[in-house]
């Protein structure tokens, strides 16, 4: 399995409050991203980086920020929780850029907002 | 845009019985096709992918899928399940064109019943 670890792995939070989850690798791959995964969707993209302080917005961006400081960590901020953000949150890391690239994926974040 | 479609959402299998997963994309140009499997519990995990060449694909564990591209469809196969089958199984696409991102369908929920 590929170096990934989420943290926390389930997190229960209210409206309105700050929520930052992490993402840390240990393969010193270049490319990091967070997707969300809900019922009926599938994993969406919320943000990637392609590489320190380098991000920049998936298809569902809204209400999220994301940072890098380091290769091995990608955070992942919900600046202020709504409901509709609970969801499952996997980070996805890959080598290249390359489109025949495959991702590895963390175990999850489960986040729920009440 | 782009996208791809799960034509099952939820599946219900006996041990032993013959398995096939429906997958289509839309996009008129070259893609790379992958699928991913999500056991209960654990991340995703690749289980097989094609890029170019045979279209029918071997993966792990006896999977494998046909690539149709009259079809626009890369549809998932085993001959014979096992109960450790039971999973969510993801249909992907990645495209030459488009850079690094990967596009996921909405999955299908496989539990097999022993």
């Known amino acids: 399995d590929a170096g990934i670890t989420q943290s926390p792995r389930h997190k229960v939070t209210e409206t309105g409050t700050p929520v930052t989850l992490r993402c840390h690798q240990t393969?010193?791959?270049?490319?990091m991203y967070w997707y969300r995964q809900d019922p009926g969707h599938g994993l969406r993209l919320i943000h990637y980086?392609?590489?320190?302080?380098?991000?920049d917005k998936g298809e569902v961006s809204d209400g999220y920020s994301v940072s890098r400081s380091k290769t091995e960590d990608f955070l992942l901020t919900l600046e202020s929780a709504t409901s509709s953000q609970t969801s499952v949150y996997f980070c996805?890391?890959?080598?290249?850029?390359?489109?025949?690239?495959?991702?590895?994926f963390g175990a999850g974040t489960r986040l729920s907002v009440l | 845009a782009q996208s791809v479609s799960q034509h099952n959402h939820h599946v219900i299998l006996s041990e032993a019985a013959s398995l096939e997963l429906g997958c289509n994309y839309s996009?008129?140009?070259?893609?790379?096709l992958f699928w991913y499997v999500q056991y209960p519990g654990q991340h995703l995990q690749l289980l097989l992918k094609?890029?170019?060449?045979?279209?029918l694909v071997k993966g792990i564990k006896g999977f494998e899928a046909e690539f149709i591209k009259s079809k626009f469809s890369f549809n998932l196969r085993k001959p014979s399940v096992q109960w450790s089958d039971t999973a969510e199984y993801f249909c992907?696409?990645?495209?030459?064109?488009?850079?690094?991102?990967?596009?996921f369908g909405a999955g299908t929920r496989l539990f097999v019943k022993a």
């Open positions: 980086s392609y590489g320190v302080k380098d991000t």
């Open positions: 996805a890391i890959s080598e290249s850029s390359s489109p025949k690239n495959i991702q590895y």
């Open positions: 996009y008129g140009g070259t893609v790379n």
């Open positions: 992907a696409i990645s495209l030459n064109t488009g850079g690094f991102k990967t596009i």
């Open positions: 094609y890029f170019s060449g045979d279209p």
């Open positions: 393969e010193n791959h270049r490319y």
